[in-house]
């Protein structure tokens, strides 16, 4: 199974619709017809396992990417926040899934990843487009203040 296929398993509530209507806005840029999308950077990468989607007004900003446990089980990191000019800072919010005994993507506890949300612009969340990096900077500066490498079994931080 690819990232689409976990993503299409996440939970409604997570969105402002279900999830295969943010699949197809990712996918077109919000147009309701793939010709009529701007070339942007390609927002659905499923080789590289990572989704990258923008807002409406509604629904925020987010991120989605996939990273696997030894045994191979999924573990999706769902990251999200306004859009600096909107109502507040962008990609302060992290949060993960696992595969549940009924075949859904679940929200598991936070402690997986050892630095909290930032709802008081302290720091912002960057997903790795490739590779297995979070990378936790502040929101103004961009100045990264922490890096942490998944090793298929839980978030390392980088010295």
């Known amino acids: 199974m690819s990232i689409v296929d976990y993503f299409l398993l ?3 509530n997570q969105f402002e619709g279900p999830p295969s209507v943010w699949l197809r806005h990712a996918r077109t840029d919000g147009q309701a017809y793939l010709c009529e999308a701007r070339p942007l950077e390609q927002r ?8 990258k989607c923008g807002g409406d007004g509604a629904q925020p900003n987010f991120e989605v990417a996939l990273f696997r446990y030894r045994d191979g089980r999924p573990l999706l990191a769902l990251c999200y926040g306004e859009a600096p000019e909107l109502e507040g800072p962008d990609s302060v919010s992290l949060e993960f899934f696992e595969m549940g005994d ?15 949300d930032s709802n008081d612009d302290r720091w912002q ?10 990378v936790v900077r502040t929101p103004k500066s961009k100045k990264v203040l922490h ?13």
């Open 125 to 134: 969340f960057v997903l790795p487009r490739q590779g297995r990096t979070i």
């Open 102 to 116: 009924d075949g859904k993507m679940q929200e598991i506890k936070r402690s997986i990843f050892p630095i909290p």
């Open 10 to 12: 996440l939970p409604e």
């Open 44 to 51: 659905v990468d499923e080789k590289n396992g990572y989704i």
């Open 147 to 159: 890096k942490f490498t998944w090793n298929r079994g839980r978030f390392q931080e980088e010295k």
